[in-house]
């Protein structure tokens, strides 16, 4: 299999990593391809979109000719899983507590509503175990993290997290063979990218 990391900004390098180490515990082949450009993304299985900052992932996909690409494929069916800021960007509608509508370039794939910096700063980074519908728990660490607000349509809520205003609200999503996470599972458990490796197979039964 060949699975793609896209590589315009942001955490890719743990990606790899994790994606390296969940191939060889389910014992498959895969190569790992750092997504930079348009021709890369040709004959991938699977996709993660890292976290980072959503809006320089968007605008740097736009201008590599990326954004109408990646939208395509994903449309297409290629499974795709986006952490953090690869979150924010898949989804179709994105927020901010200050302006409202960001306008920023999104990929617009995911039926998700998320809020950008949801639970504040970078100093109210914080984790916490999550029990995530058909995975297990994970650890799950929350840097500058959006919140999923409303998922409709297909997509569907796989865990919630507490928010200290808002209630629980959406920690990760799947809608077909697209997943979103709000948090940063490279940086602590592979059993994520697993599952993504393992909706990539089933696809080619
Ligand atoms: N706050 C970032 C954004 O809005 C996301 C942070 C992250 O990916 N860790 O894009």
Request: aromatic share 4%; charged share 25%; net charge neutral.
């Amino acid at each position: 299999m060949r699975v793609g990391v896209l590589a315009l900004q942001g955490d890719a390098e743990e990606h790899e990593y994790a994606i390296k180490r969940a191939s060889e515990e389910l014992g498959i082949n895969v190569d790992v391809i750092r997504v930079k450009n348009t021709e890369q993304l040709s004959d991938l299985n699977a996709l993660v979109i890292p976290g980072g900052e959503s809006t320089t992932i968007g605008s740097l996909a736009r201008r590599t000719g990326l954004l109408d690409r990646l939208r395509g494929s994903i449309i297409n069916g290629l499974p795709t899983l986006g952490t953090c800021a690869g979150a924010i960007f898949m989804a179709r509608e994105v927020r901010d507590s200050v302006v409202g509508e960001t306008g920023q370039p999104i990929l617009g794939v995911m039926d998700i509503a998320v809020v950008r910096n949801a639970f504040g700063r970078q100093r109210d980074s914080f984790e916490t175990d999550l029990s995530i519908d058909g995975i297990g728990t994970v650890r799950a660490v929350f840097i500058r993290a959006p919140a999923i607000i409303k998922a409709w349509g297909n997509a569907r809520p796989l865990a919630y997290v507490k928010h200290p205003k808002l209630g629980n609200v959406i920690a990760a999503a799947q809608e077909n063979s697209m997943i979103a996470t709000v948090f940063h599972p490279e940086l602590t458990t592979m059993k994520i990218h697993k599952y993504l490796l393992e909706v990539a197979m089933d696809k080619q039964r």
